[in-house]
């Protein structure tokens, strides 16, 4: 087989020769990413060989491809996608869109993704659509390898989710690894990608927003496991209002080049929200709170924590009435539950999380007017003149009552009084989009409902502060 002649420009391959001919065909070496040009109506050609041995042998060897789309052209309307046609047979050597294999490709915006187990060697060609009202080129990235993808493509949540945002900050949580791997995620934040290429990471790249700082941290505040760990990664110099695309990539053995499809994170704008995170006793919270925002935010943190950890006393005097070693009242729980659960609620209620006044949003939040918050300490000590809240899930309310010993006496409200003082988690997946402050509660614990999505009546508003749950005000008096 002819080998092309090919032109290394600017880190972009060129093919020298007339494309359509057999000699064109570029040969593609293993566990190798390589970038190409593409003009509409053009093709490209490509053969890889697994081993000379496989060859000869005809033994079967897996094969992995992705073709990710860097750059498009432009024009007035919809950009179409490039097309990956297929062919694992000598008797076809240039597939096109008339003659080519059966193949099941994973198809995502700017991403191609196909793999066999059963063939040594194999042609494909990348073919550029038919068009007459665009100008540019296609740049793509074809990455090849018999070991695994070269550029595997993950979804959200798989390697990091969205805390929250403040003005300014994006605060992340990493998915948990092993405390003696060697786990390491980037985080790109990216504006203006075309909707067509959004799974592309290379695209991805020649939008990401520069001049950010980004500080990682260890943290075990959503694992169970003592020999696991997260990372915490604080995104800063952030601007007020903007929309990002936040991808996450991941770097491993071989030149593997992972990425997680990317998450949205809409920095707030209202500056009094201002985001905490690694508190002393409530060490669950990891949001925006209300607070000046020109104080300094370890000092917000310090006093939020303080106050929440001296409303906790009296049902630690509580609860140690109890005899948690000899005397067993659930099957399924125990006191250390109990302290784990009511500290976690306890949080939510004292520490509320601070929120643009969005209607577009499915959250449950809570608007007070001037001269108003959730409790005193907030009104004397921040005097907010308005501001609105995510509600907690009310399911924090629920994990109470299961968890703690009946003697507490803990109960929820039901009916319109829940649906005032908490939210409901609308829909599964969507901890980067919450619809109530859950505040690391595990999403499988949390109950799906669509009991309400807003408490925003002027007949209610009003009551918030006043009708907090009876239990609170018992273990709090």
């Not at 570029?26 to 970038?35: E, G, H, R, T, Y």
């Not at 060989?49 to 860097?70: D, E, G, M, N, W």
Request: aromatic share 10%; hydrophobic share 40%; with cysteine.
């Amino acid at each position: 087989m002819a080998v092309p002649i090919l032109l290394l420009i600017f880190g972009v391959f060129m093919v020298v020769p007339v494309l359509g001919q057999p000699n064109n065909t570029i040969p593609l070496q293993n566990n190798k990413i390589a970038s190409f040009n593409l003009t509409a109506g053009q093709q490209q050609a490509f053969y890889f060989q697994t081993s000379q041995q496989a060859l000869l042998a005809k033994r079967a060897t897996p094969v992995f491809l992705t073709i990710s789309t860097c750059v498009q052209p432009t024009g007035p309307a919809h950009i179409p996608a490039l097309q990956l046609y297929l062919s694992t047979s000598s008797s076809n050597t240039l597939p096109s869109p008339t003659h080519h294999d059966p193949a099941l490709i994973d198809q995502l915006p700017g991403y191609l993704a196909w793999n066999t187990s059963d063939t040594a060697e194999v042609w494909f060609s990348v073919v550029a659509p038919q068009a007459t009202d665009i100008q540019g080129q296609w740049q793509y990235q074809v990455g090849i390898s018999t070991a695994g993808l070269m550029q595997p493509v993950y979804n959200v949540g798989q390697l990091a989710t969205l805390d929250d945002t403040d003005t300014t900050n994006a605060l992340f949580l990493s998915a948990p690894y092993a405390s003696n791997a060697n786990f390491n995620i980037t985080p790109l934040l990216a504006v203006n990608i075309p909707i067509e290429l959004t799974a592309s990471y290379c695209a991805a790249q020649l939008h990401q927003v520069p001049s950010l700082s980004i500080n990682v941290s260890q943290t075990r505040r959503d694992v169970q496991d003592a020999s696991t760990l997260q990372q915490q990664i604080m995104v800063s110099n952030l601007t007020i209002g903007q929309t990002y695309s936040v991808y996450f990539a991941q770097q491993l053995a071989g030149g593997i080049q992972a990425m997680q499809l990317p998450l949205t994170a809409r920095m707030k704008t209202d500056s009094r929200c201002r985001l905490i995170h690694d508190l002393s006793f409530c060490d669950h919270v990891a949001y925006s709170v209300l607070a000046d925002a020109t104080q300094d935010i370890k000092n917000i943190s310090q006093s939020y924590d303080t106050y929440a950890s001296g409303l906790y006393q009296p049902f630690a005097t509580a609860i140690s009435q109890f005899n948690c070693n000899t005397t067993q009242y659930s099957l399924v729980r125990n006191c250390l539950d109990c302290e784990r659960d009511y500290k976690r609620w306890l949080c939510a209620v004292t520490i509320p999380r601070c929120t643009d006044n969005d209607n577009a949003t499915n959250a449950a939040t809570y608007t007070y007017g001037a001269g108003s918050a959730r409790n005193d300490w907030i009104q004397q000590t921040y005097n907010p003149n308005g501001y609105t809240e995510m509600l907690p899930c009310i399911d924090l309310c629920y994990q109470v009552v299961q968890s703690c010993p009946p003697f507490l006496q803990f109960s929820c409200p039901t009916d319109d009084l829940a649906t005032l003082q908490y939210g409901y988690w609308l829909t599964k997946n969507n901890t980067n989009n919450p619809s109530c402050n859950r505040v690391d509660l595990t999403p499988a614990l949390l109950v799906i409902s669509d009991a309400s999505k807003r408490a925003t009546m002027a007949s209610t508003m009003a009551l918030l502060p006043v009708v907090l749950s009876t239990s609170l005000l018992l273990l709090l008096a």
